[in-house]
């Protein structure tokens, strides 16, 4: 189990290693996270509400 997990990070980091040392990806990946993180804390922000109003 630890073998699959340590290898599966590894590839991660590669990929991540990949993205980072390509300088028009970073953009690109941070723009990304940005977009997906504020959509997710946005659900979830009207999930609490909806939760508390319940």
Do not use: K, Q
Request: hydrophobic fraction near 65%; avoid cysteine.
């Amino acid at each position: 189990m630890n073998d699959r997990l340590s290898t599966f990070v590894g590839d991660l980091w590669g990929i991540a290693e990949e993205f980072l040392y390509d300088d028009g990806m970073l953009g690109t990946v941070l723009a990304f996270m940005l977009v997906f993180g504020g959509a997710a804390l946005a659900v979830l922000l009207i999930f609490l509400v909806a939760g508390l109003l319940a």
